[in-house]
């Protein structure tokens, strides 16, 4: 994925971006890169939030490159999410919902937004009981990496919950689902049909390489 930018920015571009836009830090932080002719800094030279929202914020960083000429690097920062493996019965714990932004229905992993303070697997844990009424004895983590590194500022992990006890969901005013379930052997070809959900088929293929389905 390409990372989107503003095109180059010379030293008055950056002086002005200083002066006029709030919310830029004006440090000095940087990162490095390994090239061929050693070690080079990244170093971000301005960081700016131009819109938020109270859940994500969007800006740029003005980033000097290997070559040393200037670009915006824009991002979007979102809180940490978590999406949860689930298995009853040898059917796969999915839930199918519309999906607004993309105007199509999905058919999904539970999946959610880790509140301050919690673990992936204690927010796992609660985001299958609020979405499916299932409660799990036993949560552990997968995998976390990070999402869409050329625009995203978020990171995502998997869990996988056993041993669970059905109950009645919890969901949010804004939670419109079904829970669904899916033969584990099928769980895979379901979950590659169109509208196909990338975070579903990242949690099945990580079950399936530990052999947990």
Known sequence: MTDHNSGDESASDASHSDESTAGGSGGDESTTERTGDGVHEWRVL????EYETGWYEGGYDLVEQPDGSRKRYYWAALPPAVVVVAVADDSLVMVEQFRPVIGEHCLE??????????S????GARELREETGFDPAGVSLLEEF?????????RRAVVFAEGLEPGLPERDTNEFLS?????VEDALDVARREPANDATIEG????ERDGLL
């Open 46 to 49: 301005d960081s700016v939030v």
């Open 109 to 118: 992993l539970p999946a959610g937004l880790v509140e301050d303070g919690e």
């Open 120 to 123: 992936y697997t204690t927010a």
């Open 146 to 154: 990070w999402c869409s590194t050329g625009v995203l500022r978020h």
């Open 179 to 183: 829970v669904r379930a899916v033969p």
């Open 204 to 207: 099945i293929l990580l079950a």
